[in-house]
């Protein structure tokens, strides 16, 4: 579905440490981990196509994503970025249409069907009541989960996104998890660049370590989620306890160290 080739990322002034080479399946969910600055967003906008590797590739079905023209890229592919910041003036109506644009020919306008699959994006993220409303006037958690319904609408076969559960409460992660899980078993194959462990280790069956030395491995969520590696990767003591046979992290700190 999606490949890494002998892929490195291109950050600048970085070595280019460890080579990746991996599939994204369909119906798995891939978690990145990393600290901040390791470059799990630079990893996902290479996977979309959006920069250029240093080198190595990145296929879609089989063909190098940077020669695919974009529009076929986003027929079958979607990104949540981190930030959804307003860029200009929209309604939250039309910025989730935006997801029906790769399948709309230049000449032609929105069909009813466009709607309805834009409208049921909105109404699966609880923003039906608010699609007339300028998206500056959301709330930070609202333009999140519009920046998913806004995925969602363009019924992708691939979702890569940054840290989808931000600005999200606890109900909120939820769902958009439970969703993401949904997309998963209907076959789409999903990466999540994710700072909440508990997260990763819920929700991914394959997960990603991405270290600030451009050092990286991956592997299943069940090998890879172990606290001494994770506690080298954060360069920060963790300590992990299993509550119904689900394993949870906690970082250690001068106020909990002595639990
Ligand atoms: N255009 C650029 N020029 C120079 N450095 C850049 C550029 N883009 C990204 N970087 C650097 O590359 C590194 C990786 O950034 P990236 O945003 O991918 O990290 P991240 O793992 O997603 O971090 P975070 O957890 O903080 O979101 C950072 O040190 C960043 O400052």
């Not at 840290?163 to 899980?181: R, T």
């Not at 999903?190 to 990603?208: G, R, T, Y």
Request: overall charge neutral; hydrophobic content about 40%.
């Amino acid at each position: 579905m999606l490949a890494a080739k002998n892929l490195i990322i291109d950050i600048p002034g970085r070595s280019s440490g460890t080579p990746l080479s991996f599939e994204i399946k369909p119906g798995e969910t891939w978690g990145v981990l990393g600290p901040n600055g390791a470059g799990k967003t630079t990893l996902l906008h290479t996977l979309a196509g959006l920069r250029k590797p240093r080198s190595g590739s990145v296929e879609l079905a089989g063909k190098n994503i940077q020669q695919l023209r974009r529009k076929q890229v986003a027929q079958q592919l979607a990104v949540v970025f981190q930030n959804n910041g307003e860029g200009f003036p929209a309604t939250v109506l039309e910025t989730v249409m935006i997801g029906r644009h790769p399948f709309i020919s230049p000449w032609d306008i929105e069909s009813a069907e466009d709607l309805a699959i834009a409208r049921a994006a909105l109404q699966k993220l609880e923003l039906a009541d608010l699609e007339h409303r300028l998206i500056s006037t959301l709330s930070g958690g609202e333009r999140q989960r519009l920046a998913i319904a806004t995925a969602l609408s363009q019924t992708p076969k691939l979702w890569l996104a940054d840290e989808p559960s931000n600005h999200l409460d606890l109900k909120h992660q939820v769902q958009i998890m439970e969703l993401l899980a949904e997309q998963a078993t209907a076959n789409c194959g999903i990466v999540l660049c994710l700072h909440d462990l508990n997260l990763a280790a819920q929700w991914c069956d394959k997960i990603l370590l991405l270290y600030p030395n451009g050092d990286a491995c991956w592997g299943d969520a069940d090998t890879m989620l172990a606290t001494p590696a994770l506690e080298k990767l954060y360069n920060q003591p963790l300590r992990s306890i299993v509550s119904d046979g689900q394993r949870y992290f906690i970082p250690l700190s001068s106020r909990n160290s002595g639990l």
